[in-house]
């Protein structure tokens, strides 16, 4: 065989291997998650947007977990409008939930406009089931939304939801209403039950009944970054998320995050955070 041709034939083999590689490499990062069709909503904080949510969603779609993106605008009366492209079926689908009031503090608002938003999905796209992730306010969304549809077998089903430096148990910083402020001497038990609690949590506590039994898997994410506070949330006032839905969960996990990075408004750009949502929202179980 003449040089010139076993060069090309070297050429097309090196060629080969590296389409074939690329292929299973590409299958293998594939199969790493879930194929499913639920929709996982993603809930920006206080003040914020959907823009904050961006580098967790990013993270996301870099990893393979899905190429569909879509958001849902919600104006302050609850009309929703969604944008973006998606088709029934899409695989892992996310949706960006932006408020237009993002400083509402009438929590039961928020459960209005996570049930307007996840009602236009299932009458568009056919979604029965969800996540939920929130970052601090956007907390409330979750819990507000189970309050009022926990029970309700026509709405879609929860099947987790990520919370991410949530205020349950209150606010510290001057200002905030007496409502949602977090009591003075605030502590909790070892089923993280508050010992003095604000009307807004007493409100919050009725989802120990609302939400359904062993069906919605809950990881809690809170920062600190010393004296058991990311700097905006005390810890207790995260981690009083245990009382009101541990003892009805599928499962209840907590993760502390560390570090300069554990902040309250850093911790939604936070890569132990992506991670760990990842994993527990999309990530197939080892055999």
């Keep these: 065989m003449k040089k010139s041709s076993v060069g090309t034939a070297l050429v097309v083999l090196v060629v080969l291997a590296a389409i074939i590689g690329g292929a299973v490499y590409h299958t293998q990062k594939n199969n790493r998650f879930v194929h499913s069709t639920t929709a996982?909503?993603?809930?920006?904080?206080?003040?914020?947007?959907?823009?904050?949510?961006?580098?967790?969603?990013?993270?996301?779609?870099?990893?393979?977990?899905?190429?569909?993106?879509?958001?849902?605008?919600?104006?302050?009366?609850?009309?929703v409008t969604l944008h973006g492209n998606m088709h029934r079926g899409a695989i892992n689908p996310i949706v960006e939930v932006n408020y237009e009031n993002n400083r509402q503090l009438d929590f039961n608002k928020h459960g209005e406009y996570a049930t307007n938003v996840v009602k236009m999905l299932k009458e568009r796209y056919g979604?029965?089931?969800?996540?939920?992730?929130?970052?601090?306010?956007?907390?409330?969304?979750?819990?507000?939304?189970?309050?009022?549809?926990?029970?309700?077998?026509?709405?879609?089903?929860?099947e987790k939801q990520v919370d991410i430096a949530g205020h349950f148990g209150g606010l510290t910083f001057d200002g905030i209403p007496e409502d949602i402020a977090q009591p003075a001497g605030m502590k909790l038990n070892f089923a993280g039950k508050p010992n003095h609690m604000n009307a807004t949590y007493k409100q919050m506590t009725a989802a120990r009944k609302d939400y359904p039994k062993g069906q919605v898997a809950v990881l809690n994410i809170y920062g600190d970054i010393g004296n058991h506070t990311d700097g905006r949330v005390t810890n207790a006032s995260s981690r009083s998320l245990q009382y009101l839905v541990a003892s009805r969960a599928k499962s209840y996990t907590e993760l502390k995050v560390t570090g300069k990075n554990a902040q309250h408004s850093k911790l939604h750009d936070n890569?132990?955070?992506?991670?760990?949502?990842?994993?527990?929202?999309?990530?197939?179980?080892?055999?």
């Design 40 to 79: 996982t909503l993603f809930f920006h904080g206080g003040g914020s947007s959907y823009r904050a949510e961006t580098g967790m969603v990013n993270a996301v779609k870099r990893a393979g977990v899905t190429n569909t993106i879509i958001r849902a605008d919600v104006t302050n009366n609850g009309k």
């Design 271 to 287: 890569k132990q955070v992506d991670q760990a949502l990842i994993k527990f929202l999309w990530q197939r179980k080892s055999k």
């Design 127 to 158: 979604i029965n089931k969800i996540n939920m992730v929130g970052h601090s306010l956007g907390n409330i969304s979750i819990i507000y939304y189970m309050l009022r549809n926990g029970q309700n077998k026509d709405m879609p089903k929860l």
